[in-house]
């Protein structure tokens, strides 16, 4: 009986806390004071990726190396350092593979055009074995006289059409 009262908060309490896990990232104390830098911060770290969680944000990442980016960024940006220097210093340190989006470069092109070349080949490939199957497929040939006079005596009527 208890158990059904309970239930309602028990639902509440569990969505409330999925809603609010990706936000847990940044802690308070990493928080800056300026409202206007602060959202710059998170703006530029939502780009960032974690180097030990390698498909999430240092905004969202709750490693240790993602706080230590989140805090550095940050230093970077109350130094005085504009949106594009604070993140090409990062890059200058870990590389175009800290970027969640990198940049269209020699290195990166087959990054960019690989789903693109894969999707080309894949369609190829069905486009030959469909030439393929239907270049195999014979033409349905017409029964001669002899064969259908040879059906309707096996079968015992006068005229197959």
Not at 14 to 30: D, N, Q, R, T
Not at 134 to 153: G, N, V
Request: charged share 25%; hydrophobic share 45%.
């Amino acid at each position: 009986m208890i158990a059904q009262r309970l239930r309602p908060l028990i639902y509440a309490f569990f969505c409330l806390h999925l809603l609010a896990g990706p936000a847990a990232a940044v802690e308070p104390s990493e928080m800056l004071a300026d409202p206007a830098l602060e959202a710059r911060a998170r703006h530029l770290s939502e780009g960032l990726r974690c180097l030990v969680c390698r498909n999430q944000s240092i905004d969202d990442s709750n490693a240790e190396l993602a706080r230590d980016l989140r805090v550095l960024l940050r230093e970077r940006l109350t130094a005085g350092d504009t949106d594009e220097q604070a993140v090409d210093y990062l890059v200058g340190r870990y590389g175009n593979y800290i970027l969640l989006q990198p940049p269209l470069m020699t290195s990166t092109v087959l990054l960019w055009a690989g789903p693109g070349i894969l999707l080309l080949l894949a369609g190829l490939g069905f486009g030959i074995m469909w030439r393929r199957q239907s270049r195999t497929r014979t033409p349905r040939e017409e029964f001669s006289d002899e064969d259908r006079a040879l059906i309707a005596q096996t079968l015992g009527t006068k005229d197959v059409r």
